[in-house]
């Protein structure tokens, strides 16, 4: 199960700070990332982390590269996504994703646990 929280509504140049809480999962070799979508559009991968065997690998969106920073707790039972410099085009509703022991980067279509999303709008 994943439970996000943290969205809400931000002048552009804000900064907002999503988590994402995960339960229920079996092994501690998990992708977890960030999607979002917009009403009429394909969901996009924002970001994405693999915490598996310390491989530590991630995946960012060229658009908020430099902006962006997915991060996970200690426990690796919670990611962040810590949005920075926020613009307009990023509102969205913000999905995170979880697909357990490999790396699947940003592809929507392999990911198989998904929470209910949460609003993020940048006026």
């Known amino acids: 199960q994943l439970v996000e929280s943290g969205g809400g509504s931000v002048q552009a140049g804000g900064s907002l700070r999503l988590s994402c809480a995960a339960s229920?999962?079996?092994?501690?070799?998990?992708?977890m990332a960030w999607f979002r979508q917009v009403l009429g559009k394909e969901r996009e991968g924002v970001a994405a982390?693999?915490?598996?065997?310390?491989?530590?690998?991630?995946y960012y969106r060229q658009s908020v590269k430099g902006r962006f920073i997915i991060s996970q707790s200690a426990d690796k039972h919670t990611v962040y996504l810590h949005m920075n410099i926020l613009k307009p085009e990023d509102t969205a509703m913000y999905y995170c994703?979880?697909?357990?022991?490999?790396?699947?980067?940003?592809?929507?279509?392999?990911?198989?646990?998904w929470g209910q999303g949460t609003q993020v709008t940048v006026s």
């Open positions: 994703a979880a697909e357990e022991g490999r790396w699947v980067g940003g592809d929507a279509r392999q990911y198989t646990y």
């Open positions: 229920g999962y079996t092994g501690s070799s998990n992708c």
């Open positions: 982390l693999y915490a598996g065997n310390g491989d530590g690998r991630t």
